[in-house]
Structures are given as structure tokens and as C-alpha cells.
């Protein structure tokens, strides 16, 4: 329909095409004919199914998805979104921890001194660091809370076992991840929740130094037990920061990231989202 | 948006396929805006914690591990560190995992019902709402210095004075020999442990060719255990019992 400006404006005509959307037609129109438009994009997006279909089987992130899915799997209701919520947490942390590692240094000397530094001095420091605080802690929460869903929703049932089994590990490397990085900041808090943390590992049956049955291992002693290897000493000193800082930055995210993988894989060969058939 | 204009109430009987784009994709798209906006004016808002510098010669009172892990701290007090640090979250990793292959019911799959699983669901609830978020919310509020308890309203006296009346349950039970102590502790944790599995199985008999015994087996010992520890609570803080089993390797 061609545009007729009016000659003379009429303040309810006006009003009627706002409140009609016709206007809003109008300008979209107006911009997507005009030459700066048209020489920036070769074509417009027709709605088809297959052009749906390509929308997701030919784009590298979203191809994560099947290209259909069952239409109770929309019910946010029924998955309350939080393992989707889980993995954006985690995405947040991951870009906001690279920003931080360009500030941090994961030596006694340095490390809480450069935290004051990201804090005062870096712009948006402190923004940085209470999103990936925060979403760390969040991600906890969501984690437990999409198993709790999946768990009431019976979705661990054939044939989805291996899945959850996936996920238990998740949700064991989730906190790790969380409990390696809250000794960085190497403040009080992080290094006694720490030292109450890894003490545990002093009482491990046969492997730790006061544990049950370690008289009967050879060579267990304060020095050299599983908590030892741990924390690369016997207190939560500067080698116990190197290496969380290791597992934190490196080896936990690796090993976390390719279960995830393997656990949006299985969803699809699963058979989708479970639901009620 | 044809498909959306679909009779609702034929959703829940046939399977319908929808395209994820623009239906599932559209609902990612806003639920990340919308997640992304409160992470952000949460950390706008509130700062993370950073404390004095690590000092390891000043250990605060409380010493509290992360949030996430007060549960365990938490059960410290009944236990001592080998169970409550090291056994305790092996039963539970291992039990979690072992959910899906010893749940056989196989009803309420892929859909919220209370009344055709209501066992499991009971179990799940206790040991996520009970014993691992309601000890959280205990060890985060109401554990203040030396551990003791203290209500929100009350002051975290660090010199509070708790008496320790604490003894051990052969004791209480007036045996006096340490060798008789132990074997009354061993008796009364193994036969728990073999008077709980006898009666589960001689119930459900019925089930044990359709589910297995072995599967049975494993089934009421992890529960047992998850009970054996509400026991342990109870038997502390009402009968101010220290051990049940005391040996020279580890006291129960
Ligand atoms: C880092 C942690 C995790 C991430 C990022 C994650 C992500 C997801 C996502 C995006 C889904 C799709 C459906 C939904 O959002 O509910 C899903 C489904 C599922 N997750 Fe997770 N998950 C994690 C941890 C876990 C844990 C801890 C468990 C259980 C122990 C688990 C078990 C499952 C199962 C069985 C399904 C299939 C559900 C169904 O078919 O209804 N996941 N996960």
C-alpha cells in the first residue's frame, strides 16, 4: 500500500494510524527501502520453515539445539529455565574472569594487593569482580535448583540415567569451581574458609594424616597426605594459591565445560526435553 | 504465529513440534536479558566481600567454609571430620549418582507428580531441604563463635561457655569396660544397619524379583545412613550422647 502523506496533518488521523500500527508499518518500510538499507543487506528474512530450519542448523552456537523440539519443552514451568540460567551464569563468569586474570596474580605477595588495585583503580574493577562474584554464588543456587526439577519432574528416568550422572558431576565441579576461586582474593575470609575446607582432607580414611586406618599406610604424615597434594604444603600458604589458581582458571573449567557439552549432546540423543508420553 | 493459536488443551495429549527458531530461541533471548540485567544491578549494588589481608596467625572465630559447604561444616558438630568431610559427601555423590538406576519406578517420567512417586519424592526433598539447605541457613545465621548457637536477636559472645556433658551411648547405657564398650557400639550400629535392611526386605518382599535384590540392598543401606545421621542429630542434642561406637581407629 503506497504511503500518502497527508496535506494538511489531522491530529486524530495521526493518533489512529500510532494507535493502529500502521505508522510503525510506515517507517519500517521507510527505512528498509532506502539506500543505505538496501546496499547493507542483500535480503530480508522471510519467514519460512525452511529458512527456520537454516536459522539454527546453520549457525555454529545455536545449532546446540535440535531444530524442533516438543512444545512442552517450552513450558518454562516445567523446567523453570534454570539449567539454561546455569550455563548463561557460567558464561558470565567465564568472560568477566578473563578480565580479571589480566589484573591478578596468583602470588602471596601480590594477590590481595592487586584485588585492591582492581577495585580502586581499574575501571569497572569492581564491577567485574561482583559480577563474577555474584554470578558464581548464583550459579550454585541454579545448579541445585535445576536438579531439584529435573529430579521432580522424574527426568532421570530411561533413558536419560547417564545424563544425570553427567550432571552430578556438574554440579560437584560447579562447586569446586566456586570453592578454588574463593581463596583468591587471599583476604581472611578466603583463606580460613579455605583452611576449614581442605582440614577436612586431613581426616580422609588411610590418605590423610588424622584419618581412620592411616597408621596402616606407609609415608602418611602432616607433610605428604591428600591434603598435602592439595594445598602443595601443610597450611593454605602461597603454593596453595598457585595451585587453586590453576584449578580454578584452568583445569576445573576445562573439565566442567566438556561435560557440558556432553550433557546438551545427550539431551538431543535423548530424545529432547523429557516430558509426559 | 499460527501454531500458538492451536487449541490449548490439545497440547497435553499429542505431540506437537514446534521450530526453536523463533519459539524456544525468543524465550532464551529474554530470559538471558533478563538474567543478565539483575547480575548486573546486583553487582552494581552490593560489593563482594574483601576482608582484611590472609593472616595466618589470626584465625577469626567463627571460621566458616564457604556458604555452600556449611551443611557438611555443620554436621561436624555430631561427627567427627572423617565422616562429616570425607565419607559423608562420597555417600552422597555416589548416592546421587545412583539415583536413576535404583529409582525403577517407572512412572512419572517427564512430568510433575506427587502421588505416583510420593517415596522418592519424600526422600529427595528431606536430604535437599532438610539436612542440606535448612543446615545451610543454620550455618550462615544462627553459628556464631566457638560454633555455638546463637539466635538472631542474641549477641555472638565469644567467651560463651557451653558445657560439654557429652558421653558416650554405652556409657549411658552404664558399660564401664572399654573393650565392652566397643562391642556394644559395634552391636548397635550393625544391627541398625542389619535390623533396617531385614525389615525393608521382608516388607517388600514381593518387589525383590521385579526390582533385585542387590538394587534393594543398596537402596535402604544409602537410606539408612541419610536416617542414621537425623538419629545422631536427635541423640546429641537430646540425650547429649557423644559416640555410639568408639573403637581405636574411629568412633562413630
Ligand atoms: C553446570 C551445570 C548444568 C548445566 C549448565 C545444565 C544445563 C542443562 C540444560 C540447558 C538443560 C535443558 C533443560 C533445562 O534447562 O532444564 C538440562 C537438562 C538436564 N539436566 Fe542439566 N545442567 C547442569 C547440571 C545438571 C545436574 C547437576 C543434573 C542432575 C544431577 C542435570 C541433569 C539434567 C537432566 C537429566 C536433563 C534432562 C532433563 C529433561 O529431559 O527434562 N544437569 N541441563
Given at each position: 500500500m503506497a504511503a500518502k502523506p497527508p496535506?494538511?496533518?489531522?491530529?486524530?488521523?495521526?493518533?489512529?494510524?500510532i494507535k493502529s500500527g500502521e505508522i510503525f508499518g510506515q517507517i519500517v518500510k521507510k527505512v528498509t527501502e532506502s539506500q543505505i538499507w538496501t546496499s547493507s543487506f542483500r535480503h530480508g528474512y522471510a519467514d519460512t520453515p525452511r529458512n527456520r530450519v537454516l536459522q539454527i542448523a546453520s549457525n555454529v552456537w545455536l545449532h546446540l539445539h535440535p531444530v524442533k523440539i516438543h512444545r512442552h519443552a517450552l513450558r518454562i514451568k516445567f523446567t523453570w529455565c534454570m539449567g539454561g540460567i546455569?550455563?548463561?551464569?557460567?558464561l558470565s563468569t567465564v568472560v568477566t574472569g578473563v578480565i580479571l586474570m589480566f589484573y591478578y596474580r596468583p602470588v602471596g605477595e601480590y594477590a590481595y594487593f592487586d584485588?585492591?588495585?582492581?577495585q580502586y583503580d581499574v575501571p569497572f574493577g569492581m564491577l567485574m569482580r561482583n559480577m563474577h562474584r555474584w554470578a558464581a554464588h548464583a550459579m550454585v543456587i541454579t545448579v541445585w535448583l535445576h536438579m531439584f526439577r529435573v529430579f521432580l519432574t522424574g527426568s532421570y528416568k530411561p533413558p536419560r540415567e547417564f545424563n544425570w550422572v553427567i550432571g552430578v558431576f556438574l554440579v560437584t565441579f560447579t562447586l569446586l569451581l566456586?570453592?578454588?576461586?574463593?581463596?583468591?582474593?587471599?583476604d581472611q575470609l578466603a583463606m580460613w574458609a579455605v583452611t576449614v575446607g581442605t582440614n577436612m582432607a586431613r581426616a580422609t580414611p588411610f590418605l590423610g594424616h588424622e584419618g581412620p586406618f592411616q597408621e596402616f599406610v606407609f609415608g602418611v604424615s602432616p607433610r605428604y597426605d591428600v591434603r598435602s597434594a592439595l594445598i602443595g604444603g601443610s597450611v593454605v600458604g602461597p603454593p596453595a594459591l598457585l595451585r587453586f589458581y590453576v584449578l580454578h582458571c584452568i583445569l576445573i573449567p576445562l573439565v566442567a565445560g566438556a561435560l557440558m557439552i556432553v550433557h546438551f549432546w545427550r539431551i538431543r540423543k535423548d530424545g529432547g526435553i523429557s516430558g509426559p508420553l | 504465529m499460527a501454531d500458538t493459536s492451536a487449541p490449548r488443551k490439545k497440547i497435553e495429549v499429542k505431540v506437537e513440534k514446534v521450530h526453536v527458531w523463533p519459539y524456544l530461541v525468543r524465550i532464551e533471548f529474554l530470559c538471558a536479558i533478563i538474567v543478565i540485567i539483575l547480575l548486573t544491578v546486583w553487582s552494581i549494588t552490593i560489593d563482594a566481600p574483601l576482608e582484611e589481608a590472609a593472616n595466618p596467625t589470626k584465625t577469626p572465630n567463627p571460621s566458616k567454609a564457604p556458604w555452600y559447604f556449611l551443611g557438611l561444616q555443620d554436621i561436624l558438630v555430631y561427627f567427627d571430620p572423617w565422616f562429616a568431610g570425607v565419607v559423608a559427601p562420597v555417600f552422597i555423590i555416589v548416592g546421587l549418582i545412583l539415583i536413576p538406576y535404583l529409582d525403577v519406578n517407572p512412572k512419572g517420567n517427564g512430568y510433575y507428580t506427587y502421588v505416583e512417586r510420593k517415596f522418592a519424592i519424600w526422600i529427595y526433598s528431606f536430604?535437599?531441604?532438610?539436612?542440606?539447605?535448612?543446615?545451610?541457613?543454620?550455618?550462615?545465621?544462627?553459628?556464631?563463635?566457638g560454633w555455638n548457637l546463637f539466635m538472631p536477636w542474641q549477641f555472638w559472645d565469644p567467651h560463651k561457655v557451653v558445657a560439654l556433658v557429652n558421653v558416650d551411648l554405652p556409657y549411658a547405657f552404664g558399660v564401664r569396660s572399654y573393650?565392652?564398650?566397643?562391642?556394644?557400639?559395634?552391636?548397635?550400629?550393625?544391627?541398625y544397619f542389619a535390623v533396617g535392611t531385614g525389615v525393608y526386605i521382608f516388607m517388600e518382599r514381593k518387589a525383590i524379583k521385579n526390582v533385585g535384590i542387590l538394587r534393594m540392598l543398596i537402596k535402604v543401606n544409602l537410606a539408612l545412613i541419610m536416617f542414621a545421621i537425623v538419629i545422631k542429630i536427635v541423640l546429641r542434642l537430646g540425650f547429649n550422647i557423644k559416640y555410639i561406637w568408639v573403637t581405636p581407629w574411629f568412633n562413630i
Open positions: 496535506e494538511i496533518p489531522n491530529i486524530a488521523e495521526i493518533m489512529g494510524k546455569t550455563f548463561l551464569l557460567f584485588m585492591k588495585y582492581l566456586s570453592f578454588t576461586g574463593y581463596l583468591l582474593p587471599w | 536430604g535437599f531441604l532438610v539436612l542440606w539447605i535448612s543446615l545451610i541457613i543454620m550455618g550462615v545465621f544462627l553459628r556464631g563463635p573393650n565392652m564398650a566397643m562391642l556394644f557400639g559395634g552391636a548397635v550400629v550393625l544391627g
